[in-house]
């Protein structure tokens, strides 16, 4: 699977971004579509989740409310919607697949280029 991630930039806090993941090659394997955010000095952390054929969602904690994790099967691509940003939401942001749910990095099977979000103070 290749995955092709955009809409990054800059936002003051309170503002909204939505990042998309166009998704191409997809497999059997290819089950669960994530998304992952690094922030400078951190660990790569989960941020959502979203099965493919069945649409659940799942969100870490500090993004539930605000975020809001989609895909478009026709379109073949995956969305992240962010509301009421925060400067703490600062990282670059990856799309990942699993095979299954996953709340780590090191169960992703594909990633994608980054994508930046900066929320300024």
């Known amino acids: 699977v290749q995955l092709q991630a955009s809409g990054g930039g800059l936002v003051q806090a309170g503002g909204s971004l939505k990042l998309s993941c166009v998704v191409s090659?997809?497999?059997?394997?290819?089950?669960?579509m994530n998304w992952f955010r690094q922030a400078r000095g951190k660990e790569r952390e989960f941020v959502a989740g979203?099965?493919?054929?069945?649409?659940?969602?799942r969100y870490a904690d500090s993004v539930k409310g605000r975020f809001t994790i989609s895909r478009d099967s026709a379109e073949m691509t995956v969305y992240l919607q962010m509301n009421s940003l925060k400067p703490e939401d600062t990282a670059v942001y990856y799309c990942?697949?699993?095979?299954?749910?996953?709340?780590?990095?090191?169960?992703?099977?594909?990633w994608g280029q980054g994508t930046q979000v900066t929320v300024s103070s």
């Open positions: 979203i099965r493919w054929r069945e649409g659940t969602k």
């Open positions: 090659g997809l497999t059997t394997s290819d089950n669960v």
């Open positions: 990942a697949s699993s095979s299954e749910r996953i709340t780590t990095a090191t169960g992703a099977g594909s």
